[in-house]
């Protein structure tokens, strides 16, 4: 009885789930089930918190600021006091209209809009069930093979190396298994928002008129353009910015969900390791009844129990 109950107890523990006093909970298959069911619980956790209202913007590792070069080319201006006064007047004259009257009040209007289509892909139903998907695909010996660290060698291209005693394993297999359709997915969600009046009431005109933020960005290329035909003695000109930021926002999103993907791995393996070092266990003794019963036993889970716990 003792031997069942653990094994009903992680399954309770690692699903959410019950299951019925038979045993049925004792195998390698439910067991299995259970870790999955932790495995969901991340990547909803992740969701979940990054897909809310402001989980990007408010969260300090993950919110999405400007691409570098516009970060370098502002901090450059910024510490100059003639390049911020040229910049900040032909803002002025660029954003005419609007309550954007400076670089800094351009810098939130943006962020805010890069961050708010971020969270609607993460939140999008499809990003989770991307990743529920592959938990679901996953077959015992390679839940296993992450509970122990390993990653699934489905995901490693012929010849390349085993990554094994890690803390992440479901979060690298996840990203090798799911990046490239939640890249396109992303994409088709991040970009057409840009295009669209997001209406945020940092950006919006005085008139009632709201940007997309591909008009923004056209606007503030517009301002660099000007500020550089000034530049020369007091100040030096700077680059134009790239014709869209689509790209940078679907590369940073993705990166925040498989980061927050790995926190809740790391929280999820650290709160419950003891139970997970019982499923192993219990998994290794079936691992040896499969081997050693004598031929015609059909009680492996007997088999294999009586030797994990004698």
């Not at 809310?52 to 913007?57: D, E, K, P, R, V």
């Not at 809009?113 to 390679?142: G, K, P, W």
Request: proline share 3%; aromatic share 10%.
């Amino acid at each position: 009885m003792k031997k069942v109950i653990l094994s009903l107890f992680l399954v309770v523990c690692l699903s959410g789930s019950g299951c019925d006093a038979s045993g049925s909970g004792s195998t390698p298959s439910d067991l299995a089930e259970g870790i999955r069911g932790a495995l969901r619980w991340c990547v909803e956790q992740a969701t979940g918190s990054l897909g809310a209202a402001s989980g990007f913007l408010l969260d300090e590792v993950c919110k999405i600021i400007l691409p570098e070069p516009a970060q370098e080319t502002l901090a450059y201006i910024e510490s100059n006091t003639f390049a911020l006064t040229a910049l900040n007047a032909a803002i002025s004259v660029a954003f005419s209209d609007t309550d954007i009257e400076d670089i800094s009040s351009f810098e939130g209007a943006v962020v805010a809009s890069m961050n708010a289509a971020a969270e609607a892909a993460v939140a999008d139903t499809e990003t989770y069930q991307a990743f529920s998907n592959v938990i679901s695909s996953l077959s015992i010996d390679n839940t296993f093979d992450i509970l122990g660290g390993t990653v699934p060698a489905l995901s490693r291209v012929d010849g390349e190396e085993l990554v094994t005693d890690t803390p992440y394993a479901a979060t690298i297999y996840l990203k090798e298994m799911t990046y490239d359709p939640l890249l396109t997915a992303f994409s088709d969600i991040i970009n057409p928002l840009f295009d669209d009046e997001l209406g945020r009431a940092s950006y919006r005109s005085r008139s009632g008129v709201s940007f997309s933020l591909n008009e923004l960005w056209g606007y503030y290329k517009t301002a660099v353009t000007t500020y550089n035909k000034g530049a020369g003695f007091f100040y030096d000109e700077v680059d134009v910015p790239a014709d869209t930021i689509g790209s940078h926002v679907t590369l940073k999103a993705l990166d925040g969900l498989f980061y927050k993907v790995g926190g809740f791995e790391l929280e999820m393996r650290e709160k419950y390791a003891t139970l997970f070092d019982a499923a192993g266990d219990i998994y290794a003794a079936f691992k040896w009844a499969d081997d050693n019963a004598p031929e015609g036993l059909t009680d492996l889970v007997s088999s294999g129990l009586d030797y994990l716990l004698p």
